[in-house]
């Protein structure tokens, strides 16, 4: 079981930065074990992938949408992945969530590869 808690959303103006955070259930299985992801939502919209990284975080994948902006990390002796987010638009308004592959299927794209999810947090762009 492992349970994701994130944090860092919040409003910021168009060419902003935030940082989002998540951190992971110290029980159940070792967190540098398995793979991470974020996925956003905006309001009607499907829940689309942004970025995902291996157990290590050597590997990291994005979205078109978010490369050269986004970067993501995992520090393993915190348990915790961030996603970094530079030069926000308007439309990077959802709300983002991680999650954790457990069974490091490599499918980093697929939200349905993705066995725990976190609450979510909100991210507001304005223009």
């Known amino acids: 079981q492992v349970q994701l808690v994130e944090s860092g959303g919040g409003l910021v103006q168009a060419g902003g930065s935030l940082r989002l955070s998540c951190a992971a259930s110290?029980?159940?299985?070792?967190?540098?074990?398995?793979?991470m992801g974020w996925f956003r939502q905006a309001p009607g919209k499907e829940r689309d992938f942004v970025a995902a990284?291996?157990?290590?975080?050597?590997?990291?994948y994005y979205a078109d949408s978010v490369k050269g902006r986004f970067t993501i990390s995992r520090d393993n002796a915190k348990n915790t992945v961030y996603l970094q987010m530079n030069s926000l638009k308007p439309e990077d308004t959802a709300v983002y969530y991680c999650?954790?592959?457990?069974?490091?299927?490599?499918?980093?794209?697929?939200?349905?590869?993705?066995?725990?999810w976190g609450q979510g947090t909100q991210v507001t762009v304005s223009s």
């Open positions: 990284c291996n157990w290590s975080g050597y590997n990291a």
């Open positions: 999650a954790a592959d457990t069974t490091n299927s490599g499918n980093y794209y697929y939200k349905s590869q993705y066995n725990y």
């Open positions: 110290r029980r159940g299985r070792t967190f540098s074990t398995y793979a």
